[in-house]
């Protein structure tokens, strides 16, 4: 059985990286209110 890659586009991944640096929130915060896998 394959896995399935999640592809994010680029501005979500800069989204990320922005509210994880400007926020001071954990990754497993943003990934919550992103909707995302906290080990992408």
Known sequence: ??????????EL????VNMYIDSGMSA???????NVKCKT
Do not use: E, G
Not at 13 to 16: E, F, H, I, N
Not at 28 to 34: R, S
């Open 28 to 34: 497993l915060q943003v990934a919550k209110i992103l």
């Open 13 to 16: 991944k800069l989204k990320a």
């Open 1 to 10: 059985m394959s896995k399935k890659n999640n592809q994010y586009s680029k």
